[in-house]
C-alpha cells in the first residue's frame, strides 16, 4: 500500500478490492478500510464477505459486501452502478480474485483450467477494464487518477 501511503487524506474515497473474501483481498481490504476508504468488496461467496465485514465493523472506512463473479462480463459495471455513485472518485481498485486447483496439472480437467483462466485472467481483466473506464474519466489529484493493484502469489509445482 505504498503508493497510496500517507501522500494525501483519504478518508471517505471510494475503492474496489475483487477476491476480498479470504486471503491478500481481505487483508487489502482491511487495510483500505482501516485508512478511512469505503471499499465494495467482491467476492463469489457470500460467507467470507459476512465474515469480512463483521471484522471491519469497527474500521473508520466502511466495507460494503457485494456477491458476485467477476470473471462474467458486465459484473464489475452493475455492482458499480449498485455501489458508488457515478461521479464517486474510485482512488483504488485491486484485482485479486484468482483460484487455484492443486494437483498435478496431468490431472486437471479441461473445465478445471476454464475456471482458473476465468478466475485468475478473465475477472483481472474485466477489473482493469472498468479501472480504466472510470479512472481516466476522473480529474487528476496530485498527478494520478487512482490506483490500480494486481497483486498474485507464486504457484508451486
Request: hydrophobic fraction near 50%; charged fraction near 15%.
Amino acid at each position: 500500500m505504498n503508493a497510496v501511503a500517507d501522500s494525501r487524506p483519504l478518508t471517505g474515497a471510494c475503492a474496489m478490492v475483487t477476491g476480498a473474501g479470504t486471503g491478500i483481498g481481505r487483508a487489502i481490504t482491511l487495510a483500505l478500510a482501516a485508512r478511512g476508504l469505503h471499499v465494495v468488496a467482491l467476492g463469489r461467496r457470500a460467507a467470507p464477505l459476512a465474515d469480512l465485514a463483521d471484522a471491519a465493523s469497527g474500521l473508520p472506512g466502511r466495507v460494503r459486501p457485494a456477491t458476485a463473479d467477476v470473471s462474467l462480463p458486465g459484473v464489475l459495471d452493475d455492482v458499480a452502478a449498485r455501489h458508488l455513485a457515478p461521479d464517486a472518485r474510485l482512488e483504488v481498485i485491486v484485482a485479486s480474485a484468482g483460484a487455484f486447483t492443486r494437483g498435478p496439472v496431468a490431472s486437471l480437467t479441461t473445465d478445471a483450467w476454464d475456471a482458473q483462466i476465468a478466475s485468475n485472467l478473465t475477472a483481472a481483466f474485466h477489473t482493469l477494464a472498468l479501472a480504466s473506464r472510470r479512472m481516466t474519466a476522473q480529474e487528476l489529484v496530485d498527478g494520478r487518477r487512482g490506483h490500480v493493484f494486481t497483486p498474485s502469489t507464486p504457484a508451486r509445482a
